[in-house]
């Protein structure tokens, strides 16, 4: 079962311009983190939030956690064509057991 | 360092019959996850083997099985294909799920 809803579903933006998507969850948890699939390939990890972390970066990438409201989101700034790709956010209960419960995924489209 | 290997990348097999999929961790990891990702979906956790032993598994009947060798490859195994068994199937690996995970590019399996 999916335990994570993101949200939007799809997002177009413009090069350039900034996208955010969403991930709420449902149950306590060690950690979250995102992902990127490019064509229903393999996924990649872009980065990992614990649970007693509020914010983090990478790059271009900004990443919060709100465990009080069991949601995420992610910020990723100054959009490139290459961005263009399915993200994943998973959400991991117990930090060794690699049971990731993944949400179904926001599909961004940046056009250049 | 190498990434995930994973093999072969697209199969097509008949409904009834078995399937073995492999796939190599990176270099140094310990811990090996198995997902199963249908169209449109987000990844489904299947099983995680830690040091040649099953740590946890998904909500998957026992005709999904697996195998972890000592240089801490993988195999799943699936036994009486059904339709439903269409999907990708992707392999990750970690050191001791501690800080994300690596994704082989997946087997594409097709059951008719």
């Known amino acids: 079962s999916q335990q994570g809803e993101e949200d939007p579903q799809a997002l177009s933006i413009q090069e350039g311009e900034n996208a955010t998507m969403n991930c709420s969850y449902k149950?306590?948890?060690?950690?979250l983190q995102w992902y990127r699939q490019n064509s229903g390939r393999g996924l990649v990890h872009l980065i990992l939030i614990r649970s007693n972390e509020r914010e983090k970066h990478s790059g271009r990438l900004r990443v919060t956690l709100d465990t009080s409201k069991k949601s995420s989101s992610l910020l990723i700034t100054a959009s490139r064509a290459a961005d263009t790709a399915s993200y994943f956010c998973?959400?991991?209960?117990?930090?060794?057991?690699?049971?990731?419960?993944f949400g179904q995924g926001t599909t961004l489209q940046v056009k250049p | 360092e190498t990434g995930v290997t994973q093999s072969p990348t697209h199969l097509i097999k008949t409904r009834g019959q078995q399937v073995t999929l492999r796939c190599s961790s990176q270099?140094?990891?310990?811990?090996v996850s198995w997902y199963q990702q249908a169209l449109g979906q987000g990844p489904q956790f299947i099983f995680q083997y830690y040091r040649e032993e099953e740590n946890g598994r998904g909500n998957f009947p026992p005709r999904f099985s697996g195998l972890q060798f000592p240089n801490y490859s993988s195999e799943l195994n699936v036994n009486a294909l059904e339709l439903d068994d269409s999907a990708l199937y992707l392999c990750a690996s970690s050191f001791e799920g501690n800080y994300g995970y690596t994704f082989g590019s997946g087997t594409r399996l097709t059951v008719v």
């Open positions: 270099s140094g990891h310990n811990t």
């Open positions: 998973a959400t991991d209960a117990y930090g060794n057991t690699g049971k990731l419960i």
């Open positions: 149950t306590s948890i060690n950690n």
